[in-house]
């Protein structure tokens, strides 16, 4: 098993919509969990990150964990075109070490 | 500010050979961590380095190797070169290794292709 598994998609919306992208984990250790957002042929870059449970807001996005059921979740509300990326979660293995999950692809259409 | 800078954006190398990918931190930056992302995956973990030493090792093979140097700055060596190890190398930085001194910063990667 995976130590973070994620929905590949892909993921296409219409502009203005609310996204949800979502992760579960199995290892309850390092309560710690990031999102990052990947442009096409560029480094990850880091949108959100989050300790142990509960959500965490900011702008548009908000960051959910929900330690029971082992799942981490990212919404995007009143999405843009802009917001066409891939976006990867991750949980903190120790250090900067992360395990990340395998990145859902996401198309917002105007 | 300059964010964390990886050399070279890409190249091609034939199976057998070996490559030397370079990263420089963001100034300020003790640590520095190298993850591969095969074309439709997530960032593997390869290395950490913090204050020149090793700090963590993911599970790759002794064909890839690094250090890091007095100013920061870190290389990731592969040998005999493999169909397989084509893909995007990143580096990320990070003020240290506890805390939240962890927030790691991501390179925009070298393009790493075997043929």
């Known amino acids: 098993q995976k130590e973070v598994e994620q929905d590949p998609g892909p993921l296409s919306v219409p502009e203005g919509a609310i996204v949800s992208l979502n992760c579960t984990y199995s290892?309850?250790?390092?309560?710690?969990f990031m999102w990052y957002r990947q442009y096409s042929r560029k480094g990850p870059e880091l949108l959100m990150y989050?300790?142990?449970?509960g959500n965490k807001e900011d702008g548009r996005f908000t960051a959910q964990v929900d330690k029971s059921s082992k799942y981490i979740s990212l919404f995007i509300r009143d999405s843009q075109p802009s917001d066409s990326a891939t976006y990867l979660c991750?949980?903190?293995?120790?250090?900067?070490?992360?395990?990340f999950g395998t990145g859902t692809s996401l198309t917002v259409i105007p | 500010d300059a964010g964390v800078t990886q050399s070279p954006t890409h190249l091609i190398k034939t199976r057998g050979q070996h490559v030397t990918l370079r990263c420089s931190p963001i100034?300020?930056?003790?640590?520095v961590s190298w993850y591969q992302q095969v074309l439709g995956q997530g960032p593997q973990f390869i290395f950490q380095?913090?204050?020149?030493?090793?700090?963590g090792r993911g599970n790759f093979p002794d064909r890839f190797s690094a250090r890091q140097f007095p100013n920061y700055s870190s290389e990731l060596n592969v040998n005999a070169l493999l169909l397989g190890d084509s893909a995007l190398y990143l580096c990320?930085?990070?003020?240290?290794?506890?805390?939240?001194?962890?927030?790691?910063?991501f390179g925009q990667g070298t393009r790493l292709t075997v043929v």
């Open positions: 990320a930085s990070s003020l240290g290794v506890a805390g939240s001194n962890t927030e790691a910063f």
């Open positions: 290892n309850s250790a390092f309560q710690y």
């Open positions: 989050t300790y142990s449970s």
């Open positions: 991750a949980r903190k293995r120790g250090g900067n070490q992360f395990y």
């Open positions: 100034s300020g930056h003790k640590s």
């Open positions: 380095y913090y204050e020149k030493e090793e700090r």
